[in-house]
């Protein structure tokens, strides 16, 4: 049995129980329609169970386990504290005040990623900004909204980072921004400049590579705009594309959508900066901000 590692969220522990709950099924040779009959549900139910996506039921989850031929119960039992583990709600729920739901499941997803891949053409992504920065974009983007609402979106944003960026065991975050988001005076000059430099400091992270899409190459595969891909501990996960919205996100699992968009990715690496350009890029545009 996969064990829980310190630090995972409850997203990253219900992939972790559906991984294992599928290898039990797949051993015995039954199928999802027969799993799913037996606790009154469907096969679409235990292929979303197993791919981590929905909260589980202990009942359900005994009653698979004896289906599965797991009896013993010093077998039983870590797979059913697990259960209790995944339901726990993440860190996140706290701030669900300001987080859209669309968003939450990135979050979450976020939390159980080994490894980050994200192209951004307008703004620094999340991760990224510096907290004058992120209150600068939200601000822009919350005509309206209280300074209340304002200042724990920006905690949210801040939050993300110390979770995702800073924890003991981080994933590999790899950004490619397009020029033109940083030549872009979000918050003015002086915030700009505190941004870039930030950058700059978290390329010194081993985790974290950054690359620039600079103006001079004109256009490129990735002209349809700023998308991320997550990639599990788990090899038999499969990627996930983000591509958020106005107001909603896309979730893409397919294995055709994922190879465009990692094809995509591929491409933009190769042409962008190198890590030692992108400094050399960086502090340049600080100096013509």
């Not at 053409?121 to 309206?144: C, M, N, S, W």
Request: charge should be negative; glycine fraction near 8%; aromatic fraction near 8%.
């Amino acid at each position: 049995m996969t064990r829980t590692q310190p630090g995972q969220g409850p997203t990253a522990l219900r992939i972790l129980l559906g991984t294992q709950l599928r290898k039990l099924r797949e051993e015995r040779g039954i199928s999802r329609f027969e799993a799913g009959h037996l606790i009154r549900g469907s096969e679409s139910k235990i292929s979303r169970m197993e791919l981590g996506r929905v909260s589980f039921r202990e009942r359900d989850v005994e009653d698979l386990l004896t289906m599965y031929g797991v009896a013993d119960e010093a077998a039983r039992k870590p797979i059913l504290e697990l259960v209790k583990q995944a339901n726990e709600p993440g860190w996140w729920h706290r701030f669900s005040d300001v987080l859209p739901g669309w968003f939450q499941a990135y979050v979450g997803l976020e939390e159980a990623a080994a490894r980050i891949r994200t192209y951004e053409v307008q703004f620094v992504p999340g991760l990224l900004q510096t907290k004058e920065y992120a209150r600068a974009v939200i601000t822009a983007g919350a005509v309206g909204s209280a300074p209340e609402e304002i200042a724990r979106r920006v905690d949210l944003r801040l939050e993300r980072q110390r979770q995702i960026l800073e924890r003991t065991t981080p994933p590999t975050f790899w950004a490619v921004i397009d020029e033109a988001a940083l030549r872009r005076p979000i918050g003015g000059v002086d915030v700009m400049r505190g941004q870039i430099q930030h950058l700059v400091e978290l390329m010194d992270q081993a985790n974290v590579t950054i690359q620039v899409m600079p103006f001079h190459f004109g256009g490129h595969a990735a002209e349809g705009g700023a998308f991320s891909i997550l990639r599990f501990p788990e090899a038999e996960l499969p990627d996930i594309v983000y591509v958020e919205q106005l107001g909603s996100a896309l979730y893409l699992d397919k294995r055709d959508e994922v190879d465009k968009y990692s094809e995509v990715m591929e491409r933009l690496c190769a042409v962008s900066t190198t890590p030692s350009e992108t400094v050399d890029i960086l502090r340049k545009i600080s100096r013509e901000l």
